[in-house]
């Protein structure tokens, strides 16, 4: 396997290591490149993502990308530069996101259920799509938009995908997330979508939430979300709620996936670069981790995936929660784990 690694800014190198070292116990033979792209490229040569990079990152069967965004950094610089830029060029229309609550992982919310939730984010459009402008700026009657963008082709092949992936799991269950009775124009492209694919689904049961709703829920009753599907915007949003209800968002792994494979995916955690933590050793690298497993999966190293996913387990089943340790020692954990008669056992 050809793995490019982007450690990007503030925690992003220090939770990638960590999540390299386990990647190294389950996949030795992995072919890695380093690429230093972020802030401080930026800061020294202007770049953000040279063609030729990008042409190097096309041939690689993945991508593992730490975080970016810097205080020093004008904000959106780095964010759209970079990252966007990346989930655009190389056609990441499904953000797969899932969120977990792992038996010994305290949940903010009282009596959470057991959740187990994929949000399917739809990652090409929406108003990320940077459909927008200035006008009569720096006067006193500026006007800025950021036009959402849905497109037919775009909102049916996320919603296939949410929809094979309901159907393959035990509950079979998909939640629409939307905001359909204001943002009409999307919202009845994405409901009637939703309704035609359906048809071909009809043992996925199909529920709709308006996405203000969804907060509601999401933090009083997490447990009644199997699949969802939304756009670019309520899937960043209600992804940071669910990683926070299933105990942190250092703990929330992501796949920017092109679902033909034309491109290779780019697998990062859902958190960014947390300056306020950042060069302290004290972040969590677990959803770094989770996240080679997910890129392990979309390769189809399913085996060495669920190594992975089960040291996880182990670890947040036994891990000192008041204590968990320094970034390093848990990524030390992990590795062990991932090799250990334990999780040989539950794989
Ligand atoms: P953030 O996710 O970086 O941090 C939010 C909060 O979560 C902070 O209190 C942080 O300390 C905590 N946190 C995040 N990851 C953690 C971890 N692994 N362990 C423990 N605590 C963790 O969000 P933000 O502060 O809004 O953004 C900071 C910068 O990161 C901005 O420049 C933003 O644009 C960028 N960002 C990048 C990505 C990405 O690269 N995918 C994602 C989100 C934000
Ligand atoms: C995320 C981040 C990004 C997003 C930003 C940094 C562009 O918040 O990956 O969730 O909004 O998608
Ligand atoms: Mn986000």
Redesign the pocket.
Known sequence: MRLAVIP?????P??VSEALKVLGEVVPETEITHYDLGATRWHNTGELLPESVLDELRQQDGIL???????S?P??I??RGL?LRLRFELDHHVNLRPARLYPGVQSPVADPGEIDMVVVREGTEGPYAGNGGLLRKDTPHEIATEVSLNTAFGVERVVRDAFARAAARPRKHLTMVHKTNVLTHAGSLWSRVVEEVSLEHPDVTVAYQHVDATTIHMVTDPSRFDVVVTDNLFG?IIT?LAGAVTG????AA?GNIDATHRNPGMF???????????GQG???????VLSVALLLDHVGRTEAARRVEASVAFDLATRDHSAPGA?HAIGDRLAALVSSREVAQQV
Request: glycine share 20%; no cysteine.
């Open positions: 990007g800014d503030g925690i992003g220090e939770v990308l730490g975080a970016v965004g810097d205080p950094v904000s959106g780095l964010e990252l960043d940071d942190g968002i250092g703990r992501s990062e955690p859902v958190h960014g670069s947390a300056p306020d933590i950042a004290v972040a969590d690298p677990t959803a770094a970034t």
